[in-house]
């Protein structure tokens, strides 16, 4: 059983920078980050390959990175010029067939960090 653990999480102000981690136990094909903002459905940010193709929601490009160390068997989150309307439960995510890309079939999840950003 694949196990996901995210920390990093915290409070920060408006254009500060957070980095998440996620430490997975086994490497597995596609990688993930969502969000879930109070009162709103969780929504996809970043997705990466095992060989390095990554995707990002329209809202996060130029601002956020996505990485991870295979090696280390930890998924990482780059987060700057961070706002308000990022604040929510950030969650690590995985699957182990299909497209990386596609937001959808990701079946492995892990607890979450709650990411704060005030105005």
């Known amino acids: 059983q694949l196990q996901l653990v995210e920390s990093g999480g915290g409070s920060v102000q408006d254009g500060g920078s957070l980095r998440l981690s996620c430490a997975y136990s086994?490497?597995?094909?596609?990688m993930a980050w969502f969000r879930e903002a109070p009162g709103q459905e969780r929504e996809g940010v970043a997705t990466?390959?095992?060989?390095?193709?990554?995707t990002y929601t329209d809202s996060v490009k130029g601002r956020f990175t996505i990485s991870r160390d295979n090696v280390k068997k930890i998924l990482y989150l780059q987060m700057n010029n961070l706002k308000p309307e990022d604040t929510g439960m950030y969650y690590c995510?995985?699957?182990?067939?299909?497209?990386?890309?596609?937001?959808?079939?990701?079946?492995?999840w892990g607890q979450g960090t709650q990411v704060t950003v005030s105005s």
């Open positions: 995510a995985a699957k182990g067939s299909g497209s990386c890309a596609s937001w959808s079939g990701y079946g492995y």
């Open positions: 086994k490497n597995i094909v596609c």
């Open positions: 990466m390959g095992i060989v390095g193709a990554q």
